[in-house]
């Protein structure tokens, strides 16, 4: 079922193959690690075996001995340039190299230039380094014990591992909605620690002109822009002599927006050597060592009246953020838009907090596709809202029809004051469970446990007489989804990072004869930018899409702007393409006029031309007046000739996509092996400007929450031992665990949007665990389970089984 | 090694891998690493007939065979069918496993011609791709077999598609 967007004006929107595509199908992507340049050197990285102990010594003697090695950095070697730490997003500071102490397994400790990658290896095998080892923090659950070991005492006056408060909501209300409530329940649940996992791992080519004085970075960044200001700001490099190329991207889901060690030793390593720098990660320093995502340890708790009508929220949360506060988020919200956790649901009051802590783990937190902790947030309300549902005997998709925010309630103020734009939740979830058969499914549900409990009863398999010998003994599980997305960060009054708006600029060019190039602030990592703006300039100017070029990744030739994370693209940037293009047509009106000698009051736009209002056929396109406006056309005084423009997109609110999600899986109880047998995702992201790039986005989010709820886990050992460095130990979906996605689209636009889209890289991300585990916890009913941590694998549904959970973040059980 | 009907003659360290002979000593950067355990499959390339994990086979080994990669799928000029179908159905976004992908899909083609949704799946089980969730690549694969069907029944063959210019280098 495809979308029932508009065409667009000129029928510029709807599914267009991507112009991209030309170079990746034929080999001829331009990714960090192709970057060739003339004497190019290769770095490593030295890593810590530890998670954390006090470095005693470092010997680099032999390693600089080395024949092919160029120069060995060390944190004291950085820390004389006033580089050994640099800022993180969330206002702490990381190590660039360590100087004091170690404080997760897999952080940086010294870094080796050489002629050629495999010469930069052995080197780090020279490398001497003393340790103390020190008894690390590992379980976030601990880590405010009075006899935690202090994991930060970098940090003047940080006396035990907590990084921060938080709450939002009302408390008084909120507790008095609980006390009066006829039914509340609690559950306890784990948001475990996973890893966006791009396929093409983070990296830099850094290379200093020793002339000129510039630096130019080819990096794997999200936020080219916001990536050179950083720079400048660490480095103390003028900010016009640093250029930051984000080429071809090979993913990046949230890896990629912050600024990693490495980067920053490859830019010290070329301005010592005089030379470039490369610098790329192996899979396992990928995993260990940049930005993981949620580890969240919520606790719930849902009051409503036994009929069914939900009341109030109220959430409990520890935050795992690791050995240094690296969460990319707006600064000004340290749990990320947690607070939207009242999800779609019209409640009368709720209340959250949140505390951060450090552990022994790697830093970051806010990642993988996560809308700013929206995932984490979705995931909670949903799982709560199923719950619900079991204690109180009411069908699911029943309560969630009940609770939804009805059309006429938009725009809607939560009870924690996010205003969501706009919304017809009922209709997407009715499209939903009728895509699904849903009575259907659950009457042969019904059929299937009543078989199999008198299988149980009768014994081994087969041998009660009316059931089919061989039959399988699985169990159906239904699970349902409904979640409201907030994307398109964000209105600059409140959304800032370390200080830098989060708006986005634009400029359009009009060539003489009618070609366009538009230069954009954010960056594709394959959401087909070049192809999506491309359409939006064109719907404006009456244009062929072909006739826009696309510029990106270049802060060199493109405006500043905070680049491409948190769904933020279309809702920000493709606002700021969409009124640039309105500018550049509001000028060649101007233009317009005088060639056709009007006023330009007495012209209207239509059918892609400026004409005559009642002479429909006196007019001029945007070709014609292209090149009337470089000519020698005499122009009204105090006009400028040319009809390029620019714009800063500041948008008045977030936009807030939304959908509904069922997911049915097939459940062994005897190996605890889950199987997806269908998933139907009908989603709402307001205007769709290429639906097949939508559906293609949505499509790759579910196999993300699948892997997420199934197999996805970046857990420790008691020593603080990553055990999920490797895609043998971190597993990722492959087409055999998929299904064939079933989608649906409604389309309700954004009313502050100045084209009514909405933004969906994530929406698939955020809504799709909890359909997941919402399904298993169903099929695993008649077992008395009532929830289960992710990632449900074999072991840890055949232990939910068995009525003895597994702690899916730690191999202490 | 003959690559993609090119002989190079080097010689190389034995460690060598032979997805670092190709990209970095051939320049032939379509191949992508992406995991170094043969997990991902971001560097499949064929030796001879077969498609192998370029990141687990030494460059030595490939001495006296013939190795085919991305670049060398199309034919004179001319994008090889998989490669059409992967642009026609939205069968890739960063691109990143895009050209070990077409590799295995190509072999796929040349061994079972009509597979269906369930044997492509199977076929490309030891690859990984990150954003599209398979189902377009899935798409993609049944695409190009139907157009070599088609193609096989002497039917008309439709119009290429145009997918901007072939850029020189």
């Known amino acids: 079922m495809t979308a029932a967007s508009p065409p667009g004006p000129n029928g510029a929107y709807g599914p267009r193959r991507r112009k991209e595509d030309a170079r990746f199908i034929r080999g001829r992507g331009n990714y960090v690690d192709d970057v060739a340049l003339p004497g190019m050197l290769h770095g490593a990285v030295l890593r810590s075996p530890l998670a954390h102990a006090r470095i005693t010594a470092i010997d680099t003697l032999a390693a600089e001995a080395h024949p092919r090695v160029r120069t060995v950095i060390t944190g004291q070697m950085l820390a004389e340039r006033g580089l050994a730490w640099m800022p993180t997003l969330s206002r702490d500071v990381q190590a660039v190299l360590a100087t004091d102490k170690v404080r997760f397994q897999g952080q940086e400790v010294a870094f080796v230039v050489a002629d050629d990658r495999y010469a930069a290896r052995d080197a780090l095998e020279l490398i001497d380094v003393s340790y103390e080892p020190l008894p690390p923090v590992v379980d976030a659950r601990r880590a405010l014990d009075p006899d935690a070991p202090v994991i930060r005492d970098d940090i003047a006056g940080q006396a035990g591992n907590r990084v921060f408060d938080w709450e939002a909501g009302d408390r008084a209300a909120t507790d008095r909605v609980f006390a009066a409530a006829e039914v509340t329940v609690a559950q306890d649940m784990l948001y475990p620690r996973v890893h966006p996992a791009p396929l093409e791992t983070c990296g830099t080519v850094a290379a200093m002109d020793p002339v000129s004085g510039k630096l130019t970075v080819w990096s794997t960044s999200q936020a080219p822009h916001a990536h050179r200001t950083m720079y400048a700001l660490v480095t103390g490099l003028p900010e016009h002599k640093i250029r930051i190329v984000s080429p071809d991207i090979g993913g990046g889901f949230g890896n990629k927006v912050p600024i990693y060690p490495g980067y920053i030793c490859a830019v010290v390593g070329s301005i010592t050597t005089g030379r470039p720098v490369k610098w790329m990660e192996d899979r396992s320093e990928n995993l260990m060592s940049t930005s993981f995502a949620r580890d969240y340890h919520m606790r719930g708790e849902i009051a409503a009246t036994t009929d069914g009508r939900i009341l109030g929220l109220r959430v409990r949360v520890l935050a795992d953020h690791g050995a240094f506060n690296g969460a990319a988020q707006p600064t000004r919200f340290p749990a990320g838009f947690f607070g939207v956790f009242t999800g779609s649901y019209a409640l009368e009051a709720a209340h959250c907090e949140v505390t951060g802590v450090y552990t022994n783990k790697a830093p970051g937190g806010v990642a993988y596709s996560c809308s700013f902790r929206v995932t984490e947030a979705v995931y909670l309300v949903e799982r709560m809202v199923d719950v619900l549902a079991r204690e109180l005997g009411i069908d699911p998709a029943e309560l969630r029809m009940k609770n939804l925010l009805r059309p006429a309630q938009f725009p809607y103020r939560s009870a924690t004051g996010w205003e969501y734009d706009s919304g017809d939740y009922p209709r997407a979830l009715r499209l939903a469970l009728d895509m699904a058969g849903y009575p259907a499914l659950r009457r042969e549900q019904a059929a299937e446990r009543e078989r199999y409990e008198r299988r149980q009863r009768a014994g081994p398999p087969g041998q009660e007489p009316g059931l089919a010998a061989g039959a399988p003994d699985t169990l159906t599980g239904i699970g349902i989804s409904f979640f409201t997305e907030a994307v398109g960060a964000g209105p600059r009054a409140q959304m800032d990072i370390l200080g830098l708006a989060m708006t986005d600029g634009a400029d359009l060019r009009v060539h003489p004869t009618g070609k366009a190039v538009l230069g954009i602030s954010v960056q594709t990592q394959g959401q087909g930018h070049e192809t999506t703006f491309a359409q939006i300039v064109a719907a404006e100017l009456g244009i062929s899409p072909d006739d826009v070029e696309v510029v990106h990744g270049d802060t060199d030739r493109t405006p500043f702007g905070l680049g491409t994370y948190g769904s933020r693209s279309t809702p920000v940037s493709g606002a700021a393409a969409a009124v640039v293009a309105r500018k550049v047509r509001e000028r060649a009106r101007i233009v317009a006029a005088a060639m056709l000698e009007a006023a330009p009051a007495d012209l209207e736009w239509a059918d892609g031309r400026w004409r005559v209002r009642g002479d429909p056929d006196k007019g001029k396109n945007i070709a014609e007046i292209a090149m009337a406006a470089h000519s020698g056309l005499e122009l009204p005084d105090g006009v400028e000739g040319h009809l390029d423009a620019a714009t800063v997109y500041n948008p008045p609110n977030l936009t807030y996509p939304f959908g509904a999600y069922i997911c049915v899986v097939d459940v062994d109880p005897g190996t605890g092996k889950v199987s997806v047998r269908r998933f139907i995702a009908v989603d709402d992201c307001g205007v769709r400007i290429n639906p097949m790039i939508v559906e293609g986005q949505v499509h790759g989010g579910l196999a993300d929450g699948l892997g997420m709820a199934l197999m996805q886990v970046v857990a420790f050992d008691a020593e603080g031992n990553c055990l999920g460095g490797s895609f043998m130990d971190y597993l990722l979906p492959t087409s055999m665990e998929c299904p064939s996605w079933e989608l649906g689209a409604t389309v309700t636009p954004s009313p502050h949007h100045p084209i009514g889209a909405k933004g969906v890289g994530e929406s698939a991300t955020v809504g799709s665990p909890a359909a997941v585990v919402n399904a298993v916890v169903d099929a695993l009913a008649p077992f008395g389970v009532r929830h289960a941590d992710m990632p449900l694998t074999p072991a840890a549904v055949w232990r939910a089984i068995q009525g003895r959970p597994l702690r899916t973040d730690l191999a202490i059980t | ?169």
């Not at chain 2, 670092?20 to 000593?25: K, Q, V």
């Not at chain 2, 001495?63 to 060398?72: A, I, M, N, P, Y």
């Open chain 2, 1 to 169: 090694m003959t690559v993609n009907d090119t002989e190079y003659a080097a010689d190389v360290e034995p460690r060598l891998l032979l997805i670092h002979f190709l990209r970095d000593h051939l320049g032939l950067t379509g191949s992508h690493w992406g995991c170094d355990t043969s997990n991902c499959g971001a560097c499949v390339v064929w030796l001879d007939e077969t498609p192998v994990k370029s990141c687990t086979v030494l460059a030595a080994m490939a001495d006296g065979r013939r190795v085919r990669t991305v670049e060398g799928l199309g034919h004179g000029g001319e994008l090889d069918p998989v490669q059409h179908g992967f642009a026609e159905c939205h069968g890739l976004q960063c691109g990143f496993c895009t050209p070990g992908m077409m590799m295995t899909a190509r072999w796929l083609l040349d061994h079972n011609p009509d597979p269906s949704a369930g044997e492509i799946r199977e076929a490309l089980s030891g690859q990984v791709c990150r954003c599209t969730g398979y189902e377009n690549i899935v798409r993609s694969v049944r695409w190009a077999a139907e157009r070599e069907a088609a193609a096989r029944s002497s039917a008309p063959p439709g119009e290429d598609a145009d997918y901007g210019p072939e850029v020189a280098g």
